[in-house]
């Protein structure tokens, strides 16, 4: 198990052997696979690396629901970097992906947070609370210009079946 995902990392990293993201993305997959039922110190780790070949399309083709799900993966298994990473692409994932849709994505997100904080995990960088605070804010203005958006199109539908109702008339 260990020596699965070191694989992963060797060809991820270009260790040993020549850098290849593809055949890291199957070691990883291996692992998450075989411990999907297990628990295992590498699972979030392995998912967590996943999902960013899958955001950079680095040896697999890039994939927003896949990254979404193994970012989640990570997360779930109390992994520093995996969680901050899904609560970033909670923020910026368009919402008809969301698993999240029934909920506040911006609370899940702060809640993901502020556990990632309160992990004590040193390799946290300082500067984490402006980036969040900051991705937070691009999403608050991401739904409301999608609002507004979906304001004006009800709004121009409604001016042109007042127009298509005079025109008639005349």
Not at 43 to 67: F, Q, R, T, W
Not at 84 to 92: C, F, H, Q, R, T
Not at 160 to 166: D, G, I, N, P, S
Request: one cysteine or more.
């Amino acid at each position: 198990v260990d020596s699965m995902y070191f694989v992963a990392e060797c060809y991820a990293e270009g260790k040993g052997v020549k850098q290849d993201f593809a055949k890291a993305a199957q070691w990883y997959k291996k692992v998450v696979r075989y411990h999907q039922n297990n628990e295992n110190k590498y699972i979030g780790p392995a998912s967590n690396a996943l999902a960013l070949l899958y955001s950079e399309g680095k040896g697999v083709k890039h994939n927003k629901e896949k990254v979404l799900r193994y970012f989640k993966t990570s997360a779930d298994t109390e992994f520093p970097p995996g969680m901050l990473n899904y609560a970033y692409e909670i923020l910026k994932q368009d919402e008809s992906l969301s698993a999240l849709a029934d909920q506040d994505i911006v609370t899940v997100a702060k809640s993901i947070f502020k556990r990632v904080i309160n992990s004590g995990d040193e390799k946290i960088d300082p500067n984490e609370q402006q980036k969040f605070t900051k991705a937070i804010i691009e999403y608050q203005l991401r739904k409301k210009k999608a609002e507004e958006d979906a304001e004006c199109k009800e709004f121009e539908s409604i001016v042109e079946q007042m127009t298509h109702k005079t025109t008639h008339v005349n």
